[in-house]
């Protein structure tokens, strides 16, 4: 087992990694807008690209790309969200389309609205 962390990103606040390897799989753990630069007022896109942005700095941080991730879960702070979200992601993956889950919340930590975790495979 390998903990990633980004030389790009700031070391998480909580007990946890920002991604785990095993098994020939990166595991990204929940990841939300980064508070230094995106306010949890922020425009949904503006909060989905940050996450997207976090989440590719870990992706290379583990020696994978978006075209490697397996599987998406999404959380989204309501599920009116979930068409831009969908054209969002559509963006950042192109023709790759990793398993998805869309989970529409309650609340996240925050106040943010969407938060990302995902499986990649390592090549």
Not at 37 to 60: G, I, M, N, Y
Not at 61 to 67: H, L, S, V, Y
Not at 68 to 80: F, G, K, N, R, S
Not at 88 to 96: D, Q, S
Request: aromatic content about 10%; overall charge negative.
């Amino acid at each position: 087992m390998e903990f990633i962390q980004s030389n790009e990103l700031p070391v998480p606040a909580g007990h946890y990694s920002q991604a785990v390897a095993a098994g020939g799989l990166v595991f990204l753990s929940g990841i939300l807008p980064a508070r230094d630069s995106v306010p949890a007022d922020a425009l949904f896109e503006a909060q989905c690209d940050s996450v997207f942005d976090q989440c590719e700095k870990v992706l290379r941080a583990a020696g994978c790309g978006f075209q490697d991730v397996v599987q998406c879960t999404a959380y989204l702070a309501d599920v009116e969200y979930w068409p831009a979200f969908n054209n969002i992601y559509a963006g950042v993956f192109g023709e790759h389309k990793p398993a998805r889950a869309v989970v529409p919340v309650p609340a996240l930590h925050h106040g943010f609205l969407v938060e990302i975790q995902l499986v990649a495979r390592r090549p």
